[in-house]
């Protein structure tokens, strides 16, 4: 089974979840993309259990969800695939506390407050598996600094293009190197 893991105030409906769904649903293959907590603790919470009772699980996660699907794979010995991960979330998602909105229902808003921040630190993971993960980058991302991904996970399979933008345009085009990764 794929588990896809978005982003910080995305979901499980997001335009790159659906891409997602929509190729492995065409695959005939186990798919899932939770809409999850923006609580870190009850986040993970929902990822753990969900990968503590399915079989074979495979990872995909962007952005603050790569940061979650790095710990999961370090912590299960699991394969990942990280787009345009989040490495540092501790210091880019402190620039954004007070009220927040979700990017799939612009109306529904939450506060992101210093405690959600520092709860991320304890999914901080010190020696990444990079044999386990497969890591997506475009020098585009107007969010993160893909060279601090390049740096820090040196080692794992990794794709970097010019280019794109934090949403990974074009996607679609990795999937066959993506599905190859998981075999």
Same mark, same amino acid.
């Given at each position: 089974?794929?588990?896809?893991?978005?982003?910080?105030?995305?979901?499980?409906?997001?335009?790159?979840?659906?891409? !997602?769904?929509? !190729? $492995?649903?065409?695959?005939? +293959?186990?798919? %899932?993309?939770? &809409?999850? &907590? !923006?609580?870190?603790? =009850?986040?993970?919470?929902?990822?753990?259990?969900?990968?503590?009772?399915?079989?074979?699980?495979?990872?995909?996660?962007?952005? =603050?969800?790569?940061?979650?699907?790095? $710990? *999961?794979?370090?912590? $299960?010995? %699991?394969?990942?695939? %990280?787009?345009?991960?989040? =490495?540092?979330?501790?210091?880019? %998602?402190? +620039?954004?506390?007070?009220?927040?909105?979700?990017?799939?229902?612009?109306?529904?808003?939450?506060?992101?407050?210093?405690?959600?921040?520092?709860?991320?630190?304890?999914?901080?993971?010190?020696?990444?598996?990079?044999?386990?993960?497969?890591?997506? =980058?475009?020098?585009?991302?107007?969010? *993160?600094?893909?060279?601090?991904?390049?740096?820090?996970? /040196?080692?794992?399979?990794?794709?970097?293009?010019?280019?794109?933008?934090?949403?990974?345009?074009?996607?679609?085009?990795? !999937?066959? /190197?993506?599905?190859?990764?998981? /075999?």
């Amino acid at each position: 089974m794929v588990l896809y893991i978005h982003g910080f105030a995305s979901s499980g409906l997001g335009a790159k979840a659906e891409i !997602f769904r929509t !190729f $492995y649903k065409n695959e005939k +293959k186990t798919f %899932l993309a939770p &809409s999850l &907590s !923006f609580i870190p603790q =009850l986040a993970m919470q929902t990822l753990e259990e969900i990968v503590q009772n399915c079989n074979d699980i495979k990872l995909v996660g962007s952005s =603050l969800g790569g940061y979650y699907a790095l $710990y *999961l794979s370090h912590k $299960y010995d %699991l394969k990942a695939v %990280l787009i345009n991960p989040s =490495l540092h979330p501790q210091e880019t %998602l402190a +620039k954004v506390l007070g009220k927040t909105y979700s990017f799939y229902d612009k109306r529904s808003g939450f506060f992101w407050q210093e405690e959600h921040v520092k709860a991320l630190e304890r999914y901080k993971v010190e020696n990444p598996p990079t044999h386990n993960l497969f890591v997506l =980058l475009q020098k585009g991302d107007e969010t *993160l600094d893909y060279r601090v991904a390049q740096k820090e996970l /040196a080692g794992a399979k990794m794709t970097i293009e010019e280019g794109g933008d934090h949403g990974f345009v074009g996607i679609e085009r990795h !999937f066959d /190197a993506i599905e190859e990764f998981f /075999a």
